[in-house]
């Protein structure tokens, strides 16, 4: 009897292994539920293959989106549905990083406890961080050319207006899966030549690396070549120093500083920047920013180091990168979901860390506010204490792409912006106003918001 | 009473709101119901050990003073024997002593090599000897004899099992059960409304009044332990809940097998009281387990991708299922007959029989059971570990000749490890339960509520997600801990067991509930390759229920706590 009382150790084995099974499965049901729950197959959620419960809705709680067992019903105006579609997402899912896809399991009110159970069946209600109205205002002022406007509050992280074109309207009939750029978000899933705005990435380096960089002169005569090409700008800017050659965006006295900093110090900085990482929101990773520092081949080094050459950047990460400069050089990961607690508002969102060095950034901020004044115009950003930097991206279109990047430092719009118009010409004539407007619309919501 | 039935299910409509806060409320009390009854039973299972019994004294001269705590013992050098003399003349396992009664024993010399002499007369080996109490035994040279237990010290031991923790009482559980059952009614009503019949309501009132009769009758007769039964009581509740959500019309059936298994159990214990009547019915059994299957094979009919039904008229029944009884039966022993080739011969011989049958019938989930069964026990009767692995082997090499010729099962392996991957298709199954089961979160959705009902098979092989869609992972989970807290019952009372038969009978028990469970679950949630087995007691299908209450008796069998098993005759 003792010997089978030792042999019987084996059934204790299988036991272990029901056991470590179930564990495991537990692990993963915590860490999977959610996404397990809101998979297509479950029909207490979907009815003909939509999501049936669930709202959506901005900061100031006007509703941009309800799911129901009736179909998906989205707010009222034509104008508010093309303007946050990119956001909110279609029908059909076919918005990969739409609201409807990434907070799918906060829509269908899952929580471990529960699962998907809910005794009103009428879901969550999901509190973006946009306001619509600010949207619909950049959806305006981009018309109907191609681009987009992001902004974010560069202390809290909050994504307050994401518009991308061209856009659609989610109630009507969708346009074709194969006709893609709808579909896209170019603020997310875009990787765009960056130009001028790139020189902020420039100047970073020459500041931390150029001991001369007070004393550097250049004499732009227009043309500018080197080795037997031109670095041709718009029109000579004469001699200029650092600040100067940054608030006119000169291309040869920045193709020369590019040189000066070398190949390798480039590439450190633009990775320190946080543009060769893709940038991560609510779970939703962004498409990745690629570059190129050749180090035995000058005159390509040069371009790359003004932006153009093989650059091409994530506009989401680009406008952390501003908001890193706005916030003394810590970065704020940007988020979608409106804060239940007013924690974030004072603690600041999420850091990503150091991209610039305090005074590095306090340096660019006081060189992109000499922009404004010596080449934008502060009267033209009326009320706003605006830091910017232009961009005229050659793409080898007919027309550049109009950039324009920077961030206000109001106590009540800490906003760091980005806005790209394709083939829209010179960034401070196209893309400078549509910022402006889009900043106006978010000052007079909230002070609108905060009368109430 | 259909009219009150109805009545009840007006209220509940007229007053939807408030129906629906009440699930939100029921959710939380079937759970701690659950767990309340569920974890009492496990832990009075768990912690209630028994003192072995004494059935007398090995005196070994120069003074080894033995208690023999067991009807069968092993008599040798080696330590794992049961009376261990560590004397260079005395083998390894040297001889057996049996108990036949206060008086009497049966010795048998196992050694070829040394030698048993009783009275002065040289015993042959591998031959039974009947023996007294006081005769002297010379195994090897050294001087011995068997003492019966006095009569004080019979007293004595009866005091110490005594002070033994008795089993729980089983009232507060039975409480537990029948409000958990009442108050899943009220929740079949507010969730399936006019879909409701009658039948699963009156199955659910007649099992809760089956189980107070049941334990009132024994608790009259004695019996103390009922954590077993109560377990079994639950997870038929479960049983009867998952099946009114799915087919209300099927309750009859559920409830009709349980009652028969109920009955099978009761008689199996009771017969299993006299070991000597049971081993007389093996070669009943085995030819009964080979006719049945046999017949299986004749006029087996294909549900669910394997030929392993039998249907007459419109009575239909799962023969393996059956034959698992008989299989643990009869691969159990006593010590005598482990020692015996041909019982080992015979065995090895039925279970190719009833492997080759379930391969032929394509049912390979229920051959991998079996296989593993026969794999556990065998190494229990002979603790022989390499033989295990070299069989282990061998069915592996045959379960890869399985995958080539059976692209249908080759398919589901195909798909294991990544079903998400095959959503629509080969990962149907899977994928659903778990997204519903997950839909589920920790306390259900509420009986009746699910979805997953709609999914073919889902209160068979995908039952685990039913239930935790419906009862929610923590009673899913539960009910999993029932059954390894079975297995380890079963190991834990060898200690006090009195003969190896009833200890392999439940280790073989609890090895099938355990495979049994395993595939259902792992193969249910993506763990392993989906094979279509049940889980004991929950999954619905009347031989499955049947098999999972018979199968309790060899678990009853093996409770050698004090009055605690109506399987062992209680002492005058």
Not at chain 1, 58 to 77: A, F, K, P
Not at chain 1, 372 to 390: M, P, Q, R, T
Not at chain 1, 400 to 412: H, I, K, M, S, Y
Not at chain 2, 98 to 124: A, C, H, M, P
Request: net charge negative.
């Amino acid at each position: 009897m003792r010997k089978q009382e030792r042999r019987a150790y084996i059934c204790l084995l299988l036991a272990l292994v029901l056991f470590t099974g179930v564990c495991v499965f537990g692990v993963r049901f915590v860490q999977h539920g959610g996404e397990w729950a809101s998979f297509y197959g479950n029909t207490q959620i979907y009815t003909d293959g939509m999501i049936n419960r669930g709202t959506v809705c901005d900061r100031y709680d006007e509703v941009l989106m309800e799911c129901t067992r009736d179909g998906i019903i989205y707010n009222d105006e034509y104008d508010v549905r093309r303007a946050t579609v990119h956001a909110v997402g279609d029908p059909a899912g076919n918005i990969a990083s739409g609201a409807i896809n990434v907070f799918k399991s906060q829509l269908i009110g899952y929580d471990l406890l529960n699962g998907t159970y809910d005794t009103s069946a009428e879901g969550k209600r999901i509190k973006l961080t946009i306001d619509a109205r600010a949207n619909v205002a950049a959806y305006n002022a981009l018309g109907d050319r191609t681009g987009l406007v992001g902004v974010f509050n560069w202390k809290t992280g909050e994504v307050l207006c994401m518009v991308s074109t061209p856009t659609f309207d989610p109630a009507g009939r969708l346009p074709d899966t194969e006709d893609g750029g709808y579909y896209f978000n170019n603020f997310i899933d875009g990787a765009i030549t960056p130009g001028s705005t790139f020189k902020l990435v420039t100047s970073a380096a020459v500041i931390d690396n150029l001991k001369n960089r007070d004393s550097f002169t250049f004499d732009c005569d227009g043309v500018n070549e080197y080795n037997g090409v031109d670095f041709t700008d718009i029109h000579a800017h004469g001699e200029v120093n650092f600040r100067s050659a940054l608030a006119q965006s000169c291309n040869g006295a920045f193709g020369e500083l590019t040189r000066d900093v070398g190949a390798d110090v480039m590439q450190e900085y633009t990775e320190k920047a946080g543009l060769t990482e893709p940038v991560e929101m609510d779970g939703v990773k962004t498409a990745t920013g690629s570059f190129s520092f050749p180090s035995g081949d000058n005159v390509k080094l040069s371009w790359a180091g003004i932006g153009q050459a093989d650059d091409l950047v994530n506009p989401c990460a680009m406008l952390v990168y501003v908001g890193a400069i706005a916030n003394e050089g810590e970065a704020i990961q940007p988020t979608m979901i409106k804060s239940a607690t007013f924690l974030r508002e004072i603690t600041g969102g999420k850091s990503l860390g150091r991209y610039l060095e305090k005074g590095t950034a306090l340096e660019l901020r006081s060189m992109m506010k000499n922009n404004v004044i010596e080449n934008y115009g502060e009267e033209n950003f009326e009320g706003l204490d605006i830091y910017a930097k232009s961009g005229t991206a050659e793409t080898g279109s007919y027309r550049p792409d109009a950039w324009f990047v920077g961030f206000t430092d109001d106590t009540d719009a800490p906003y760091a912006f980005v806005v790209w118009v394709k083939e829209g010409g010179y960034g401070s004539e196209v893309a400078a106003p549509i910022a402006r407007s889009v900043i106006w619309a978010l000052k007079e919501d909230r002070g609108q918001y905060e009368s109430e | 009473m259909e009219n009150i039935l109805y009545k009840f299910i007006n209220i509940t409509q007229t007053y939807p709101e408030l129906a629906r806060e009440l699930t939100t409320v029921l959710r939380w009390i079937f759970v701690v119901l659950a767990a309340y009854i569920l974890l009492v039973s496990i832990f009075s299972l768990l912690t209630t050990r028994c003192t072995p019994e004494i059935w007398g004294y090995f005196l070994v001269e120069n003074g080894g003073n033995y208690p023999i705590t067991h009807w069968e013992n092993v008599i040798g050098r080696s330590r794992s024997s049961d009376i261990n003399i560590p004397v260079r003349t005395i083998s390894n396992n040297h001889a057996i002593l049996n108990r036949q009664d206060e008086k009497k024993w049966i010795f048998k010399s196992l050694s070829e090599n040394s030698t048993s002499v009783v009275n002065g007369y040289k015993l042959e080996p591998n031959k039974r000897y009947l023996i007294n109490t006081g005769d002297e035994i010379v195994m090897g040279g050294v001087h011995c004899t068997v003492a019966p237990a006095s009569v004080e010290e019979s007293r004595n031991n009866e005091k110490m099992r005594r002070l033994d923790k008795t089993p729980v009482a089983p009232w507060k559980i039975l409480l537990a059960i029948t409000l958990f059952q009442l108050l899943t009614i009220v929740q079949l009503i507010i969730a399936k409304g006019e879909n409701l019949t009658l039948s699963p309501v009156i199955c659910i009132l007649l099992l809760c009044a089956v189980m107070w009769t049941y334990v009132a009758f024994f608790k009259a007769m004695g019996s103390k332990g009922f954590e077993m039964e109560m377990i079994a009581f639950f997870m038929t509740t479960i049983n009867f809940a998952v099946t009114a959500s799915w087919n209300p019309g099927n309750n009859v059936k559920e409830f009709i097998s349980a009652m028969l298994g109920l009955g099978l159990m009761i008689f199996m214990c009771l017969y299993m009281r006299d070991l000597d009547r049971t081993r007389r019915l093996k070669p009943l059994v085995i030819g009964l387990s080979v006719l049945i299957l046999i017949l299986n094979l004749l006029l087996g009919t294909i549900r669910y991708g394997a030929a392993n039904w039998i249907t007459i008229g419109s009575f239909s029944f799962q023969p393996s299922e059956i034959v698992k009884l008989a299989f643990i039966l009869i691969g159990a022993g006593t010590l005598e007959e482990l020692y015996q080739k041909n019982s080992t011969y015979m065995y090895a011989a039925f279970s190719f029989f009833c492997l080759a049958c379930l391969a032929i019938m394509g049912d390979f989930g229920t051959a991998l059971i079996f296989l593993t069964t026969y794999l556990v026990v065998s190494f229990l009767r002979s603790g022989d570990l390499s033989r295990m692995i070299l069989a282990f082997v061998g069915a592996g090499l045959m379960g890869v000749m399985i995958l080539r010729f059976k692209p249908y099962i080759a398919s589901r392996f195909a798909v294991w490890g990544h079903v998400w991957d095959f959503a629509d298709d080969q990962g149907y199954q899977q994928t659903r339960t778990m997204s519903f089961g997950a839909g589920g979160g920790m306390l259900g959705l509420g009986a009746g509520n699910g979805s997953l009902r709609h999914v073919g098979a889902s209160s068979t092989d995908l039952v685990f997600g039913f239930v935790m869609e419906e009862w929610g992972f923590i009673i899913a989970v539960l009910l999993v801990l029932c059954v390894i807290t079975l297995t380890i019952f079963a190991v834990m009372n060898i200690v006090a067991g009195r003969s190896t038969f009833y200890t392999i009978c439940a280790c073989g028990a609890a090895t099938m509930f355990l495979l049994q469970t395993i595939l259902n679950v792992f193969g249910a949630v993506d763990l392993f390759p989906l094979t279509g087995v049940t889980f004991p007691f929950v999954s619905t299908g009347g031989t499955s229920m049947l098999a999972s209450w018979a199968m309790l008796s060899y678990f009853k069998a093996a409770d050698m706590r004090q009055s605690a098993s109506l399987a062992v005759r209680k002492e005058a």
